[in-house]
């Protein structure tokens, strides 16, 4: 996300729409990336957002719809290993 703000307000839409259960923001990433056949310096803010497989497309939506980049990345891992109360939260939180 360009800025803090901008992750705020889909963090917000994500969660009160149970399609996380919750998403944390780490503002001040440094980025150095190649766009369009150059390298580019960006401030961004990284959002981890928690979910289960069922709602990764209703989020890759919401983020598509209210990302500023044409490019967004969307990055998605297996849980391995979960603490059994903290996973039977989270599949609680998310809408069913």
Not at 14 to 36: D, E, F, M, Q, T
Not at 66 to 91: A, K, N, Q, S
Request: hydrophobic letters at 40%; one cysteine or more.
């Amino acid at each position: 996300m360009r800025s803090r703000s901008e992750g705020s307000t889909l963090a917000g839409l994500l969660v009160r729409k149970r399609l996380a259960a919750c998403v944390n923001i780490l503002p001040g990433i440094s980025s150095i990336y190649r766009w369009k056949g150059s390298v580019e310096r960006a401030r961004e803010c990284l959002l981890i957002i928690k979910t289960d497989a069922r709602h990764l497309k209703q989020v890759e939506s919401m983020i598509r719809k209210h990302h500023t980049y044409e490019v967004p990345e969307m990055i998605g891992w297996p849980i391995l290993f979960g603490h059994r109360p903290y996973l039977t939260w989270l599949e609680a939180s998310v809408a069913h």
